[in-house]
């Protein structure tokens, strides 16, 4: 009997959220435009906070009438960045297919886009694109260099992080046309590396890129030792930690290159996130080094411990999970050098929309030492500011990391 009175009420329960499910989604803002409604759909459907819908639902209603009392069609673009906005969180963005972010997010996203992956990228599904291997910003009245990858053909020709691009081939640039069916060729960039300065052309090899092979080599291709005071510094470039293979990268370079150096300077000022929550035990945890090696003789590093100092460079490009191993390093002592991180702290999916742009989305949050880091950056212990634009290969964050890592040194600080 009670058995049964259990099923009635789990069964009136049931229906009563039905029927709330049912007035929710008859609730969602319609607008007849595909993309605004589908993007509407998935963040009523997946976003991480059910507290921020009703706020979200009213920003999407008020675009709607504001078109409607224009009489003119929702205008795509304007409207759906306008709806996003409104969410006031990270992780959350419509990207297409003429940014670079497009591929590194179909990319990082792959798992949750894998029903989608063989019509955005014909005919495997496999995502590449055609590029020189940087990342660019608008950034006042110009486009900059941001970042450009160790290894990469940008960084092979001579083009610097700072560099305003004025043109490419003589058009206007654009970081996805410019190079688009030009693979296997160059492209002559014209940057200018100091205000008022003439002009330079740089002829630049077109390659197909494949952004976690390109982020891999980039990470692996930023390893290098300088000397200060007769003590040897390693250098490593964390660009993205958004596949286990960047663990083992790690573990790799700390075993074999930078096995002996004195010290270690840890660039954090990367593209992407992603990493496991205890990616910062390569450089302070405790756990003992393993190796494992098979009949071939060839060893694998799986868990490789780094002992000696460690100095870390962080700013707004470090975000998501590499915020959480910034966190992790200056919980344990470990001293930060440069500007505060994105406080860019939650988990995300990406959805593809009807017109093959891609939607990220926070769909979860992520609490650290119970406390939340989104919208808390992490303040350095070093304040390095850095305007980046015409740097001409400056790059003071670094040389101050150097520096304390030398003094560090030469105290005896561990």
Known sequence: MMATRHLARTATAFLFLLSVAVASAADVPKSGNAVFDKAV?????????????????????????????DGVPLA??????A?????????SGRYTADQVDYYDLSNIFRFGLRDSHRRLFPPDGDVTYEGIGIASKKIGDGIFVTDVFDGAPAARA?????????????????????????????????????AGETPVAIAVGVEKIKPLETYL????????????????????????????????????ELATRLKDVDGIVVDLRSRWGGGPGDAAESFVGGSPDMEVIENDGKPQYVNTRFHNPVVAVIDGGTRSSMEIMAYGLQKNGIPLVGAPTAGNVLAARAFALPDDSILELPVADVIIDGSHLEAKPIT??????????????????????????GRRLAAGVN
């Open 380 to 405: 350095p212990d070093i304040f390095v500011p850095f305007d980046i634009r015409y740097a001409d290969g400056a790059d003071p964050q670094l040389v101050a990391a150097l520096t304390e890592m």
């Open 76 to 81: 795509t673009d304007a409207a759906v960045a």
């Open 83 to 91: 709806l996003i906005a409104s969410l006031k969180v990270s992780h």
């Open 158 to 194: 001579g083009v610097m992080a700072g560099d305003e691009i004025l043109s490419a081939d003589g058009q206007p640039f654009s970081e996805i046309g410019s190079f688009k069916g030009k693979a296997g060729g160059t492209v002559s960039l014209e940057v200018r590396r100091k």
């Open 217 to 252: 080599k980039a990470i692996t291709d930023s390893v290098r030792i300088v000397e200060r005071d007769g003590r040897k510094i390693g250098i490593i470039h964390i660009w993205t930690y958004t596949s286990d293979a960047v663990t083992g990268l790690i573990n790799t």
């Open 41 to 69: 759909e998935l963040v009523d459907k997946n976003f991480y906070s059910p507290a921020g819908l009703p706020a979200f639902h009213d920003a999407a209603n008020a675009l709607i009438a504001s078109a409607a009392a």
